[in-house]
């Protein structure tokens, strides 16, 4: 069986993933009495009286918005709300099984970022967190800042930010292993989307590392006269005077694919520097295979896919920076927490090795480790 018939099959047997559930399982009438009418009026006079105990009298203290106006999911790309349901009902999933968070997955049909942004601050007193998901760019970036600006709660698109948490936890470690230091080393980075543009500010945030970013047009740098204003800071990031892929990548340290099946060759990896670092990580179907990368000469090679090592995998992280953010009452999700928790994720990989610079979402401690440093 396939794993779109096993899919199909597993969600058409349940009828979803999420139902929701008591706390207290243990209901008489007494109790009823204080749950709701007419004991509850007492615990909606004493909110309305100190607005900040909504968390300790409701599920707001465990509760994330999963939210997405189906525009970018997965690689389908633009497939509307209807059919981000099943995403973000799998991201709630995750969010429970990990790290015991309830989370509601909801889609909105609206596409616009005053829309978005409008609509979310109207739900946004009923949650604890707020998890932007599948958002094209470069709406996500306004939508994602404005709802910062604005609400007292976390707000956090995983696209973006949890792809770069890990990517950066793996070059960590695979630095470290082809003992390189990253301040010296010079990445490529294929790919100015979402999560290219934050893979490429969080590294240069976390390091003086060389990167140079490509687009559809090419290398962004100073001599591209079509940025956008999120692209713009790019082209600081790197002196090369590349132009093409192909010249970008003769003597980088790192290669960082985020874009489309079978863009990078093996006479790329050749021409990079020795032991280079592969992350290839379209999904499903990479930049390149890890076999034909490791025949051409890569020395570390990760991807977006379970069924090799290294999976680069938003799940790794987002359970955890979550589970710290309700626990400890953060107002926002920092760039310092972003780099503690890419920290937090290499270190649970006690003894890296090529087919280990990352952890399995099912490394024991991962959440509670990550958790911890979000304070």
Known sequence: MSYAERALELHRKFGGKLETTLRDKDIDLDKLTSYYSPGVGAVSL?????????????????LVAVISDGSAVLGLGNVGPEAAIPVMEGKGLLFK??????????????????????SVRAIAKSFGAINLEDIAA???FEVERRLKETLRIPVFHDDQHGTAVVALAGLINATKITNRKLDDSRIVLIGAGAAGTAIANLLRLYSQAEVIVLDSRGVIGPHRTDLNKYKKPLANYHSSKARTLSEALVGADAV?????PGLIK????????????IFALANPIPEIMPEEALAAGAAVVATGRSDYPNQVNNAIVFPG??????DNHIREITEEHKIAAAEAVAATVKNPSPNEIIPSVFQPGLVEAIAKVVH
């Not at 960082?256 to 489309?260: A, E, H, L, V």
């Not at 006479?267 to 990079?272: A, D, G, Q, V």
């Open 46 to 62: 004493e909110i309305a009286n100190n607005p900040a105990l909504l968390r300790e009298y409701t599920w707001v203290n465990n």
């Open 97 to 118: 099984h990990f790290a015991h968070i309830d989370a509601v997955p909801i889609v909105l049909d609206v596409h616009t970022a005053d829309e978005i942004v409008a």
């Open 138 to 140: 470069p709406l996500c």
């Open 256 to 260: 960082i694919g985020i874009s489309q």
């Open 266 to 277: 093996p006479e790329h990896i050749k021409s990079m520097a020795a032991d280079p670092i």
């Open 321 to 326: 920076l979550f589970r710290g953010a309700l």
